[in-house]
């Protein structure tokens, strides 16, 4: 995907998008975890406690988060995206219809989670459409493989669960191999599309709708946390 935004307005992420600056450096062991309910302003849920985090790996323009963010008000989401006008444009977005359960971070999401992110402080993780990596030497890069999903792992909570599409065929084998490196700690479910997803789409992302018309084919699947 290629980093150019068009807009007829400046953005403003005033409030809604948080720049990786903010962070503190990373600590012993490369770890300094953040407690995330600050980003939302520590708000409690209706009992006092706790309210669910859910985390997007590579927003994009945060379309995802502006169709699902709205029916699920008791749940806070933090996207975290790599290229900046993309995170501008989705933090802005999310200003402007008044997401207060949406934030948005300018950041390398697996740097992220590996050094700022505490023990099971996710209800879900979602990753749609990341990047594929398709030249050989390139499939280091991807995110989808084990050290990443036991990090995964240990970020999400009791019942949480990884959600992942893709349309790329050789990336999506990839993910099943990789997938079963990790059936020690995550148990592999048949993917469905969240509430917010329109007929016959898998998420309904900006991606996704770009290329439904040249009759791409998605795939997709659940890790749910053993
Ligand atoms: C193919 S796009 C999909 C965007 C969005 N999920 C969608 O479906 O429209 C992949 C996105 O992941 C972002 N990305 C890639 N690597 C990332 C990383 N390490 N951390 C955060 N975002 C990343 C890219 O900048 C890009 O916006």
């Known amino acids: 995907m290629t980093a150019s935004l068009s807009s007829n307005h400046p953005p403003d992420v005033s409030g809604f998008g948080f720049d990786r600056d903010v962070l503190p450096a990373a600590g012993a062991g490369g770890r300094t975890p953040i407690d995330l309910r600050e980003v939302f302003g520590f708000k409690p849920d209706a009992d006092g406690g706790q309210r669910p985090l859910e985390l997007e790996i590579g927003s994009g323009k945060g379309t995802f988060l502006a169709q699902q963010a709205p029916l699920q008000p008791g749940t806070d989401f933090l996207g975290v995206e790599i290229a900046k006008p993309f995170w501008r444009h989705a933090a802005d977005r999310a200003r ?21 992110c505490g023990d099971g402080v996710f209800a879900a993780v979602h990753l749609y459409f990341p990047d594929p990596w398709p030249k050989d030497r390139h499939h280091k890069r991807r995110s989808f493989q084990e050290p990443f999903l036991r990090e995964v792992h240990r970020v999400l909570g009791p019942g949480g669960v990884l959600r992942v599409a893709t349309d790329h065929e050789g990336y999506f084998e990839w993910m ?4 079963a490196r990790v059936e020690d700690v995550f148990e592999r479910r048949p993917y469905v599309p969240p509430a917010s997803a329109g007929p016959g789409e898998w998420v309904g992302t900006n991606f996704e709708r770009k290329y439904i018309p040249e009759g791409r084919r998605f795939q997709g699947m659940i890790l749910a946390r053993r």
């Open 96 to 116: 402007r219809l008044g997401l207060s359960n949406v934030r948005l971070l300018w950041h390398d999401a697996e740097a992220f989670v590996r050094a700022h």
């Open 176 to 179: 099943q191999a990789h997938a």
